[in-house]
């Protein structure tokens, strides 16, 4: 579980995150959304520990973050996948090599066992014939396979994804989508990912969080959602007709 | 307060190079792959411009030595003294700023472009000692590259001498051995180390702490070509009058 309170983060004069509060739950996948320059790579940045806030506290299971030795991050940080927006492979590496990083880095397993542990993730992704594969031989929606395999190869407690659906066709999407999903409840791991893109809030957003100039505007589900009057984020979900007559079926369909 | 600012954060990097040290096993791996990268892949631009410079520098001091009183084998001795106090550490150390240190630069620049060094400090990697320290343990080899440059710069004086009609075999060799003061190598390996240290860190510096996209990685490469430039230049002059004069 990660708990968030009062966070607040500048870059100069540009106030960022303006006293964001919230928790994400263990074994649920969280979605934090809102237009772009909301603050929602930086929110993300400040769990991962890259961006240090002014203000505020993060808590991983209890414990707040800023009282961690150097050594109690680099632990927690051991315990976190993260799937970047451009996936961030290594390009000198090829895909299994990529993969099996995180285990040459912070295991001592023998080189057998890192073997079959990178051939049991990259099934699990749907790739197991892209060993020996450079990144830039693989399309986009394998990159991202690449970079989720990565992210849980050495089973993390937390995983962070940075919109993992920009530049993906919406088959890709939804493919990318349903295998974080799959991998959160398989492995009970607290999910948060960045996103925009609003099938992956209806499909996947058991908790999302909605974000409007840096502030918390809105907390839900992607069940209440479509009952929810504010202003902030109707006028973001339903900015689209599609959209608009999804959620008008909705409730006509309650009524 | 800007060049205070670069300053500083350069020092701190260093710094930070030598804490958290990466796993050995695959600190050995990069280090390998640095050497390759950085000396092997450097030996043929080296070995063809000390040939050809070391031959340049044969010919112009033959032909402004056009006093009869001045003995022949002179020419062998300007050569060697120009190859091994200037030539060989200084001048293949600014050619190293343009194609190692531009590598360097660019290679650390579209990682940190590309989120990869991100990617390492998100898994709790200090980024600095994996990508810098096995640059800066590679490029302790350098003094191995400035050895064959001023062999080869000898060598090709001597063929320009010879197959340019400008004194005997004998003549040359016999400058070349002319008073030969040991201290001179010393000299110029210390200048060596020195300039294997700024251009293993400061490349790396302007990768590492970059901002922008593809096109301020090309910047990046400018400006760290010119700053490793402006510092081999300036250490060689200090370290000159402190070991010379």
Partial sequence: MIEVKDLHKSFGDAHILKGISTVFEKGKTSLVIGQSGSGKTVFLKCLLGLFHPEKGTISYDGKIYSNFSDDEKRNLRAEMGMVFQGSALFDSMTIAENVMFPLRMFTKQSKSEMQDRVNFVLNRVNLSDAHNKMPSEASGGMQKRVAIARAIVNNPKYLFCDEPNSGLDPKTAIVIDNLIQEITDEYNITTIINSHDMNSVMEIGEKIVFLKDGHKAWEGSNKTIFKTDNEAVTGFVYSSELFKKVRQMYLEERQ | ?245
């Fill in chain 2, 1 to 245: 307060m800007t060049y205070l600012h670069n300053i500083g954060t350069y020092f701190l990097m260093i710094k930070e190079m030598f804490r958290k040290p990466t796993k050995w096993s695959v600190m050995k791996t990069l280090i390998f792959k640095d050497i390759d990268d950085l000396i092997f892949g450097s030996l043929g631009i080296v070995a063809f411009i000390s040939f050809f410079v070391g031959g340049v520098v044969t010919i112009q001091t033959a032909l402004n030595i056009d006093n009869p009183l001045i003995p022949k084998y002179l020419v062998g001795f300007a050569t060697r003294q120009s190859v091994i106090l200037e030539f060989a550490p200084t001048f293949i150390s600014i050619i190293m700023a343009g194609k190692v240190g531009s590598f360097i630069t660019s290679s650390i620049g579209t990682m940190r472009v590309t989120e990869q060094i991100d990617a390492l400090e998100v898994m709790g990697i200090n980024a600095i000692n994996y990508l810098v320290f096995p640059k800066f343990v590679a490029m302790m080899l350098y003094p191995f590259v400035i050895s064959i440059a001023m062999f080869l710069g000898i060598l090709g004086g001597m063929a320009a001498c010879i197959y340019g009609g400008f004194s005997t075999l004998e003549d040359f060799i016999t400058g070349v051995q002319l008073d030969f003061n040991t201290f001179h190598i010393t000299y110029a390996f210390v200048k060596t180390f020195v300039f294997a240290f700024l251009l293993a860190t400061i490349p790396s510096y302007y990768g590492y702490f970059m901002k922008g996209g593809a096109l301020e990685v090309g910047k990046a490469s400018t400006t760290s070509f010119v700053w490793t430039s402006v510092m081999i230049i300036l250490l060689n002059y200090l370290l000159t009058q402190l070991m010379l004069s």
